[in-house]
């Protein structure tokens, strides 16, 4: 069994700071989230992640995953229109193709902005999921598309949040890891896997927004309500 904890940036991932680090045998961080912990195996970040952001030093056992590593992997599970433009999602399917795991934990991926106070654990920062993006029509159907095809592969996705969330997951704690994932609508993942082939919204290279004139946006509002019926 292999268990990833997979850390965003909001306000709730300075919670595993102190954490043992078993039962967790990779620790993901997402863009800024590898200063949270210094034992992280795994950095993912787009593009356009500031240089002055990256951590200076590097250890051998460490691998920082780009657009050229999770573009790719992402494209094995439909590609970035339907899974969603966000990190969060990318390192997900990331993980799920390159690390074949049981269970993927996040924490710090809850996505929900505050009016006031801090919106990641660093203070403010910009609330990039809530950009005006037809990917992220529903986060919490984009969050049950990967729950749902993370089960088929025989891995479940919880939140270790206790935060407001739009991850549809579970919720646990790292004493309370699933054995097995959660119950999946195997009929709902077909007819949105179907629908999916018959909209055909896919771009190779993963930059969707420069294609944005295909995609209809009610068909994808459509598309959603079949991922949610999927867990």
Known sequence: ???????????????????????????????????????????????????ERMPADVEPHQQIITATDYVSQ??????????????AFTAGYWALAALQPTVMAFLGCDMVYAGTGPTHFYGKGTADPLRDDVSLRSLQAKSARLQALAARAGCACVNLSTEDSRLVY??????????????????????????????????????????????????????????????
């Open 74 to 87: 992402q494209n094995k599970f439909g590609g970035f229109v339907y899974a969603g433009g966000t990190m």
């Open 1 to 51: 069994m292999t268990h990833i904890l997979i850390l965003g940036s909001g306000p709730s991932v300075v919670d595993c700071a102190g954490w043992q680090r078993a039962p967790f045998d990779r620790i993901l961080a997402i863009n800024n989230a590898w200063q949270v912990r210094d034992d992280w195996d795994n950095l993912i970040h787009p593009s356009d992640f500031p240089v």
């Open 170 to 231: 579970p919720r646990a704690t790292p004493d309370t890891l699933p054995t097995r994932p959660a119950p999946i609508n195997a009929d709902a993942i077909a007819q949105a896997e179907a629908e999916e082939a018959r909209l055909g919204y896919y771009v190779p290279d993963g930059k969707y927004w420069k294609h944005a004139d295909r995609f209809d946006p009610v068909a994808i509002d459509a598309l959603d309500a079949l991922w949610l019926q999927a867990v």
